[in-house]
């Protein structure tokens, strides 16, 4: 409990009296200190909320680091979320009830509006709850389980391993309720399409192959589980008699919680299959599925643009595109039009590494070297620097997946894990070397990495703004750092410049698909179509990439969203600032805040040239 602090807001609204005597402090000066007093008052009970949601999700207590509630697994039915709900409705109702807001600070005022923000979109998501795809290929929970347990879960003490063998347990709990959800959901008649059914089967599959589940080879996480154990013993922490000990609890865990509830995953999506379509539709297609759209795009996009907007814009966009790309195909001197420029780039040996695992091993090693080349010029672009490391990996077999979309996972704010830059490498003849630097830049510096790291290791604001994250502005961000990359140097071959263009059209065309297959009725066939059309991006990886945009609707529309918006912001600022504007100060601005919607972002920058402007 924090109550000297608040008893110390209290005696300094008290000294604001005029006392006999002496003179009155002035009416600016009062309400300087009134705004002062009232942003602690907020700014503690802001953290005081965080530390309750965080009760919430276990998970998200070990992914920021902590190893409070170590062995426990979040509550993923539709009774937790009520619950996390109902918990969100009474913080609103208290904060306004218990804060002035006209005598907040700006910044406290967006934390303010940040908060509010969070309800409203969780209440306009209730009626869409069996809208919902549960379970599907890309990224799902069923993936993400076994992840969090090999990469994330450290075990560093005997309690750390036991709380591993219980969280074991615990994933077969959370996979229930996610199935139940998706049983719930199929009988009001939303089910993804048959080739998501097949992915969750394929993965969970995958994830109880091999020992300790049969005699095949150790399993991913079996392999895990033993390299954690070895650890222990290597670093005195128990013997070697205890370790064993351990080891044959976490099979039991294994083979008896964790195996069987992956096994009824697959045993009711194998029954249901034949209850989906073979050929894919748009949700929009789907119950109330316009709406659900409708609000998809508002959550993701954070902007209230229409579906019809959105496409329009996408088009635009492409067509601009395309015009930059026809400049590079002339200045490599290619003889053809552009349709066979994009079959020369998915097709010619030169711009792939071998297919194989030397290969995958050179496509990471060129990732690192284009992120650490860059990585050097931050300081004329940023006031704020990341303190957090960044590792860039292969992704793990049982989740890798063919043309499958790069990723990155944060790190921890106090740097105990590094932030990872993932590759899916399967297919190497779907990851061409123009696009290599791009992505990077995009996933590690100055993109994701740099936005995330920051955001975590910022003080001076609310504990929950350094945690909380928005798809626009993220992902506009990773979008935005493609093009700055260009400014600090990157891309001096023309054929990465190509790649860089391939990447933005890529975000671009994905506002013309998504749009086409969730509101316009588009196949998935002419989405590719479309896609291959418009993109140098071999067909491995487009029809990857469709997929996911079928499963996760509106997800794909926020990273052109944002960084337009981004652009925006920053030709404002030129513009009105003239001379006196600083990209690292502008940088700092957008990421010195945290995550935020696009609409109070707009209000930070705003705030920010009317007092660089009158200064």
Same mark, same amino acid.
């Given at each position: 409990?924090?109550?000297?602090?608040?008893? @110390?807001?209290?005696?300094?609204?008290?000294?604001?009296?005029?006392?006999?005597?002496?003179?009155?402090?002035?009416?600016?000066?009062?309400?300087?200190?009134?705004?002062?007093?009232?942003?602690?008052?907020?700014?503690?009970?802001?953290?005081?909320?965080?530390?309750?949601?965080?009760?919430?999700?276990?998970?998200?207590?070990?992914?920021?680091?902590?190893?409070?509630?170590?062995?426990?697994?979040?509550?993923?039915?539709?009774?937790?979320?009520?619950?996390?709900?109902?918990?969100?409705?009474?913080?609103?109702?208290?904060?306004?009830?218990?804060?002035?807001?006209?005598?907040?600070?700006?910044?406290?005022?967006?934390?303010?509006?940040?908060?509010?923000?969070?309800?409203?979109?969780?209440?306009?998501?209730?009626?869409?709850?069996?809208? #919902?795809?549960?379970?599907?290929?890309?990224?799902?929970?069923?993936?993400?389980?076994?992840?969090?347990?090999?990469?994330?879960?450290?075990?560093?003490?005997?309690?750390?391993?036991?709380?591993?063998?219980?969280?074991?347990?615990?994933?077969?709990?959370?996979?229930?309720?996610?199935?139940?959800?998706?049983?719930?959901?199929?009988?009001?008649?939303?089910?993804?399409?048959?080739?998501?059914?097949?992915?969750?089967?394929?993965?969970?599959?995958?994830?109880?192959?091999?020992?300790?589940?049969?005699?095949?080879?150790?399993?991913?996480?079996?392999?895990?589980?033993?390299?954690?154990?070895?650890?222990?013993?290597?670093?005195?922490?128990?013997?070697?008699? #205890?370790?064993?000990?351990?080891?044959?609890?976490?099979?039991?865990?294994?083979?008896?919680?964790?195996?069987?509830?992956?096994? #009824?995953?697959?045993?009711?999506?194998?029954?249901?299959?034949?209850?989906?379509?073979?050929?894919?539709?748009?949700?929009?297609?789907?119950?109330?599925?316009?709406?659900?759209?409708?609000?998809?795009?508002?959550?993701?996009?954070?902007?209230?643009?229409?579906?019809?907007?959105?496409?329009?814009?996408?088009?635009?966009?492409?067509?601009?595109?395309?015009?930059?790309?026809?400049?590079?195909?002339?200045?490599?001197?290619?003889?053809?039009?552009?349709?066979?420029?994009?079959?020369?780039?998915?097709?010619?040996?030169?711009?792939?590494?071998?297919?194989?695992?030397?290969?995958?091993?050179?496509?990471?090693?060129?990732?690192?070297?284009?992120?650490?080349?860059?990585?050097?010029?931050?300081?004329?672009?940023?006031?704020?620097?990341?303190?957090?490391?960044?590792?860039?990996?292969?992704?793990?077999?049982?989740?890798?997946?063919?043309?499958?979309?790069?990723?990155?996972?944060?790190?921890?704010?106090?740097?105990?894990?590094?932030?990872?830059?993932?590759?899916?490498?399967?297919?190497?003849?779907?990851?061409?070397?123009?696009?290599?630097?791009?992505?990077?830049?995009?996933?590690?510096?100055?993109?994701?990495?740099?936005?995330?790291?920051?955001?975590?290791?910022?003080?001076?604001?609310?504990?929950?703004?350094?945690?909380?994250?928005?798809?626009?502005?993220?992902?506009?961000?990773?979008?935005?750092?493609?093009?700055?990359?260009?400014?600090?140097?990157?891309?001096?071959?023309?054929?990465?410049?190509?790649?860089?263009?391939?990447?933005?059209?890529?975000?671009?065309?994905?506002?013309?698909?998504?749009?086409?297959?969730?509101?316009?009725?588009?196949?998935?066939?002419?989405?590719?179509?479309?896609? @291959?059309?418009?993109?140098?991006?071999?067909?491995?990886?487009?029809?990857?990439?469709?997929?996911?945009?079928?499963?996760?609707?509106?997800?794909?529309?926020?990273?052109?969203?944002?960084?337009?918006?981004?652009?925006?912001?920053?030709?404002?600022?030129?513009?009105?600032?003239?001379?006196?504007?600083?990209?690292?100060?502008?940088?700092?601005?957008?990421?010195?805040?945290?995550?935020?919607?696009?609409?109070?972002?707009?209000?930070?920058?705003?705030?920010?040239?009317?007092?660089?402007?009158?200064?």
């Amino acid at each position: 409990m924090q109550i000297r602090p608040l008893f @110390l807001h209290a005696a300094l609204a008290t000294c604001l009296v005029a006392l006999p005597g002496v003179p009155a402090i002035a009416a600016g000066e009062q309400a300087a200190v009134a705004a002062a007093t009232e942003t602690d008052r907020i700014n503690i009970w802001f953290d005081e909320k965080y530390e309750e949601e965080l009760k919430f999700s276990p998970i998200e207590q070990t992914m920021i680091g902590r190893k409070t509630d170590y062995g426990l697994i979040d509550d993923y039915s539709d009774a937790g979320a009520d619950k996390k709900l109902a918990w969100l409705r009474t913080t609103v109702a208290e904060m306004q009830r218990g804060f002035d807001y006209e005598k907040l600070t700006q910044d406290a005022k967006i934390s303010y509006d940040i908060w509010l923000y969070n309800l409203e979109q969780a209440e306009a998501g209730l009626p869409f709850r069996t809208n #919902r795809y549960v379970l599907h290929q890309h990224n799902g929970r069923q993936s993400f389980f076994p992840t969090f347990m090999i990469n994330t879960h450290k075990v560093e003490t005997e309690s750390d391993m036991l709380a591993y063998i219980q969280r074991l347990s615990g994933v077969a709990t959370a996979l229930d309720q996610l199935l139940a959800r998706a049983k719930t959901n199929a009988a009001a008649g939303t089910r993804p399409p048959r080739f998501a059914y097949e992915g969750v089967i394929d993965q969970s599959r995958k994830i109880i192959s091999g020992a300790p589940f049969d005699d095949g080879a150790p399993s991913a996480i079996w392999s895990a589980t033993k390299e954690k154990l070895q650890g222990l013993v290597d670093s005195d922490v128990i013997d070697q008699q #205890r370790a064993d000990v351990l080891r044959e609890e976490a099979r039991t865990a294994l083979t008896g919680a964790f195996a069987p509830a992956y096994q #009824r995953i697959i045993a009711w999506y194998e029954a249901d299959l034949p209850n989906t379509d073979a050929v894919p539709k748009g949700v929009g297609a789907l119950p109330n599925g316009k709406a659900f759209y409708n609000y998809r795009l508002a959550n993701q996009t954070t902007t209230k643009l229409t579906a019809d907007e959105i496409h329009a814009l996408g088009l635009s966009e492409v067509a601009r595109l395309r015009s930059a790309m026809e400049a590079i195909k002339d200045q490599v001197g290619f003889d053809g039009d552009l349709k066979a420029f994009f079959k020369f780039i998915r097709e010619d040996d030169r711009f792939y590494f071998s297919d194989d695992d030397a290969g995958a091993d050179d496509y990471i090693a060129a990732a690192k070297g284009h992120i650490e080349a860059l990585k050097k010029k931050l300081p004329d672009y940023f006031g704020i620097l990341p303190k957090a490391d960044l590792e860039v990996r292969r992704v793990e077999a049982f989740r890798e997946r063919d043309g499958a979309a790069q990723h990155y996972r944060s790190g921890t704010p106090d740097g105990s894990r590094p932030g990872i830059y993932y590759a899916h490498l399967s297919d190497m003849r779907a990851m061409p070397t123009p696009t290599l630097e791009v992505i990077a830049y995009h996933e590690g510096l100055p993109g994701h990495h740099m936005q995330i790291s920051i955001a975590q290791e910022l003080t001076g604001i609310p504990v929950f703004r350094t945690q909380i994250g928005y798809t626009a502005y993220s992902e506009g961000w990773g979008l935005y750092a493609e093009t700055l990359a260009k400014e600090m140097g990157g891309y001096e071959d023309p054929y990465s410049e190509f790649g860089r263009l391939t990447s933005e059209i890529w975000r671009a065309i994905r506002l013309v698909v998504d749009t086409g297959l969730h509101a316009k009725g588009w196949s998935e066939e002419q989405a590719v179509a479309y896609f @291959l059309e418009n993109s140098s991006i071999p067909e491995a990886a487009v029809r990857s990439e469709v997929r996911r945009y079928l499963v996760n609707p509106g997800q794909a529309t926020s990273y052109k969203i944002g960084m337009i918006k981004i652009l925006e912001l920053r030709e404002r600022a030129k513009q009105r600032l003239g001379d006196r504007f600083d990209i690292r100060a502008f940088h700092d601005v957008i990421l010195g805040g945290g995550a935020l919607p696009l609409g109070i972002l707009e209000q930070r920058v705003n705030q920010w040239l009317d007092e660089t402007a009158g200064s």
